[in-house]
């Protein structure tokens, strides 16, 4: 199975701060993964795919990068509704998916 | 707009059965394949079951399989997942989610909590 490492667990930042956040794959995916945000009580919801592919309706200050075995997400200049908790999720052996254990951005 | 509504959790004691399903609308349900997803009370996201668009290819996770079956009824618009056997363990909110043309998962339902518990 391929075992999908998040870092860091949790982050604090301020609004307006650029963050990053890493994947790592334990065999490389090529650019099989997205990257989903999830709310408090709420469904996940698809930010990029393909690796740096952002979804319909997503704004440009998320974006994301790698191949291979590591892969980033940054969101460029964070909004209060950015506050969440974000999950990469490997595709190459899809339909068999693997989710990252989820980085939790919380507000400084 | 697509729409995804899960229901039919609850509270179950350890060894019984639970079925869940998943009304969908808004898109050509038999065009497309189907998963659910489930997530532990402050845990992360665990997939659990895949089914294709015709229902002919399904796939489980190990945590799950012999245990859990995935069906859908494409002239009903729906998806469901047959669990029998639960665990402490299977308790979560459980998440039906769409696949698009590619390998990743565009809407997901608002979920469904099941919890095991005697």
């Known amino acids: 199975d391929i075992q999908m490492t998040q870092s860091p667990s949790s982050v604090s930042a301020s609004v307006g701060d650029r963050v990053t956040i890493t994947c790592r794959a334990s065999?490389?995916?090529?650019?099989?993964l997205a990257w989903y945000q999830q709310k408090p009580g709420k469904a996940p919801k698809l930010l990029i795919y393909?690796?740096?592919s952002l979804q319909s309706g997503v704004p440009s200050r998320f974006s994301g990068s790698g191949s291979g075995t590591d892969f980033t997400l940054t969101i460029s200049s964070l909004q209060p509704e950015d506050f969440a908790t974000y999950y990469c999720?490997?595709?190459?052996?899809?339909?068999?998916?693997?989710f990252g254990q989820g980085t939790r951005l919380e507000i400084k | 707009e697509v729409q995804l509504v899960e229901s039919g959790g609850g509270l179950v004691q350890p060894g019984g059965s639970l079925r869940l399903s998943c009304a969908a609308s808004?898109?050509?349900?038999?065009?497309?394949?189907m998963n659910w997803v489930r997530q532990a009370p402050g845990k992360g996201l665990e997939w659990v079951s895949y089914?294709?668009?015709?229902?002919?290819?399904?796939y489980y996770a190990d945590s799950v399989k012999g245990r859990f079956t995935i069906s859908r009824d494409n002239a009903k618009n729906s998806l469901y997942l047959q669990m029998n056997s639960l665990r402490a363990e299977d308790t979560a909110v459980y998440y039906c989610?769409?696949?698009?043309?590619?390998?990743?998962?565009?809407?997901w339902g608002q979920g469904t909590l099941v919890t095991v518990s005697s």
């Open positions: 808004g898109f050509t349900f038999s065009s497309y394949e």
């Open positions: 393909a690796a740096s």
């Open positions: 089914i294709s668009s015709s229902g002919s290819t399904i």
């Open positions: 989610a769409r696949v698009p043309s590619g390998p990743l998962l565009d809407y």
């Open positions: 999720q490997q595709a190459n052996s899809f339909p068999l998916i693997t």
């Open positions: 065999q490389g995916i090529s650019s099989w």
